[in-house]
C-alpha cells in the first residue's frame, strides 16, 4: 500500500476509517462509521475483495471521518498573483501559513478560489499549487511554531452571558473571545487537504491521482461538467472518482457553475462508501434541507455535513436538523468566506459549539448571523451577480498585506464599481468579523 506524504502529524495514531489494520478494540464512532460503509458494499453486492478495493487507497495518519465531524475551519485557497499575473508564490505560502496559525482545520485547493483556470494548458498551475500547498502546510505545522498574539487578556464570558444586550442596542455585540488555544495551535495536529476536483470522468480521474501524490486526503468533486446528463451517468462518474481519493460530494450553485439535483440523486449519493463528507453550496434553503434531508435518511451518521452556503453561514451551523429519527448539525464549514478574516472564523466556529450545548438560542446570534451575510455579500459582490467575487477576496488580503495585489488569471475580473467602498463599510461596520491585528502582528513571519 503506497503511503501519503501527508500534511499533518497525528497525536491520535489509530487508522482512519476503512484502513487495513483498524483497531479491533471496543467500538467507537469510527468503527461504527466503518461497519455502516461497509454494509452499503455489501448491501450493493459488494464481496470482501472488493470491499477491501473500496478501502481509501492511501493510508491518512489521523481519523479522517472524526476529524471532519468534529467541525472545522475549512478555507478554499485564493491564488497569488504578482501585478503581471504570474504565479507569487512567496505570498502563496504566506496565506497558506496564515490558514495554519489561525487554527484552520484543514485547507481546500484547486476549488473555486484558487481559479478553475490552474488548469488550463497554458496556465499550468494546478499541480505545482497543490504541491505548494502540501509542502508549506506540512512544513509549518511539523516547525512548532506559534502564531505571535497580542498580549493576553482576560477572555471574557461565553455567549450566554456575553450576547445579552438592552433592546435599545440591538445590534452591539461584544468581540468574539479567543478563538483556538494556543496548545490546539501547535504541531502536530490534524490538518485535512482537499484537493478540488474537475471535468469529466478522465480529467476527475487524473486530478485525483495528481493530488494523492503530495498527500491530499480527500477530493471535493464539482460537477459543473455535467450540466445535462442524467443524474444516473453522475453517480457512475462520482463512484468511479471515489475509488481513487476519500470523496466529498459538492452541491454548488448554478450561479457560479453548478446545477440542480434532485433529492433522489443526493439519496443515492449517500450509499457511496468512500464518501466522508458533502459541502452544501446552492445558496438555497429548500436544496440544503435535500441534502441534510438525504444523509440522515441514509443512516450515513459517518459523514460529515459542511456549510458552503456563504450567504447563511452562522444559521446553517446553528440549526439542528432533524429526519429520520436523527438529529444532525452542519459540523463545520469549507468556505470562500473563510479565506479571510480566518482567525476570526475559528473563534466564531467555537462560540457556535459552545452555543449548541445551550438550551435555548440567544437572538444575538440571529444579528451576527445577518452581519455576517452582510459581509459576504461586500465581499463576493452579490450586488452584481458575484463578477467580483475572488478579487473581493485578494482586496481583503490586499488590505491586510497578505497578496500584493486583486489581480486574477483572467484579467477581465475585477473589482465592480463601488466592491471596494461597500468592503471597507462592512469591515468597520462589524469589527469582530476581522482579523487585520492577528495578521499584522505574524505577517513578517509569513513572508519570510
Known sequence: MRKCSVACLEVNTRPSLGHPGASSGASGPSDRSAGRARGIAEKNGASSEEWTRLRFKQAVPFDLRAHLLGGQVIPALPLALTRQRRWDEVRQRAVVRYYVDAGAGGLAVGVHSTQFAIRDAKVGLYEPVLSLAAETAREWLSGGILPLAEPAEPPPPRPSTRLRQSAAEPTQLGPLRVGISEPTR?????????????????????????AAQPGYHAGLLSLGAWPRDDERAVLKHCRTIARELPLIGFYLQPAVGGRVFTYKFWRAFAEIPQLVAVKIAPFHRYRTIDVVRAVLEAGRDDVALYTGNDDNIIADLLTPFAFAGRTRHIAGGLLGQWGVWTERAVALLDEIKYARTAVGLEAPWLTRNAALTDANAAIFDAAH????????????????????????LDPHEQLSPGQAREITRVAQAYPWLVDNSFVATNLSRWLK
Open 186 to 210: 501547535k504541531s502536530p495536529r490534524p490538518f485535512v487537504l482537499i484537493a478540488g476536483l474537475c471535468g469529466r470522468t478522465a480529467q476527475a480521474g487524473r486530478e485525483a491521482q495528481l
Open 385 to 408: 451577480n458575484f463578477a467580483g467575487c475572488l478579487p473581493g477576496i485578494h482586496e481583503v488580503l490586499r488590505r491586510q498585506g497578505l497578496f500584493a495585489t486583486t489581480a486574477c
